[in-house]
């Protein structure tokens, strides 16, 4: 069974561009979540979706930032216009129920504002 | 507010030799607490979990933990560390609401001395 997968691994952009990670969650897994980890700091949510639907965005910093789903498959992260505070990892992960089900986390995207 | 705490950012021990990181936690109920590791250019892989029952929890690769809730704490341990096992270490709670998303803590990164 593939694991979850990121794309792409890093992605270096300036200040002001466009930039989107995808992420490929396991098959079958209706769960989906975003995390971020900026340098130095704890792994924070951003959102989760069930299926195509958006259950939680509640750790989204802002509105230059939006996630799809589209189908309920792979999820894609938009950020636009990007800021130099955008730097970070940002993992996403799934699970297949929505429980104390483990989450299985994908290897990230290395993102990086200049 | 809920949080999870792991003090030691940075831990160096030697090969052969025994290892504990820890864990606070603060959460209002029944704390389902989670240990993650990553190692460089890979996802957060699970390492044990604990749900309820038997507070001394086995894991993957040799590590185990134990759940005191008098303390609010989560610790991980093994025995003899391997060369390999140099990485980050996290530790998680996943709070039980609709989304059932997870808390972070920032993360102890292990160095392993030949």
């Known amino acids: 069974e593939a694991g979850v997968t990121q794309f792409p691994s890093h992605s270096v952009i300036e200040k002001g561009q466009t930039v989107t990670l995808r992420c490929d969650p396991i098959?079958?897994?209706?769960?989906l979540y975003w995390y971020r980890r900026v340098m130095g700091k704890e792994i924070k949510f951003l959102l989760h979706?069930?299926?195509?639907?958006?259950?939680?965005e509640s750790g989204m910093p802002n509105n230059r930032f939006l996630a799809e789903r589209t189908g309920g498959t792979y999820s894609t992260l938009k950020v636009q216009p990007a800021e130099l505070e955008d730097s970070g990892v940002y993992f996403c992960?799934?699970?297949?129920?929505?429980?104390?089900?483990?989450?299985?986390f994908g290897p990230g995207t290395r993102l990086t504002v200049l | 507010a809920q949080s999870v705490t792991q003090p030691d950012i940075h831990i160096t021990v030697s090969e052969g030799a025994s290892l504990e990181l820890r864990c606070n936690y603060s959460y209002g109920a029944t704390p389902y607490l989670f240990w993650y590791v990553q190692s460089p250019g890979q996802g957060l892989q699970l390492l044990l979990k604990y749900f309820s029952g038997d507070t001394l929890v086995q894991g993957i690769k040799g590590f185990e933990a134990e759940f005191k809730r008098s303390q609010s704490s989560f610790n991980l341990r093994k025995p003899s560390v391997h060369w390999s096992d140099a990485a980050e270490y996290f530790c998680a709670v996943v709070l039980i609401s609709g989304t059932y998303k997870y808390i972070f803590g920032t993360g102890t990164r292990l160095k392993v001395l030949a």
């Open positions: 992960a799934s699970s297949r129920s929505l429980s104390t089900d483990t989450q299985y």
């Open positions: 098959s079958g897994h209706d769960n």
């Open positions: 979706f069930v299926k195509e639907s958006k259950q939680d």
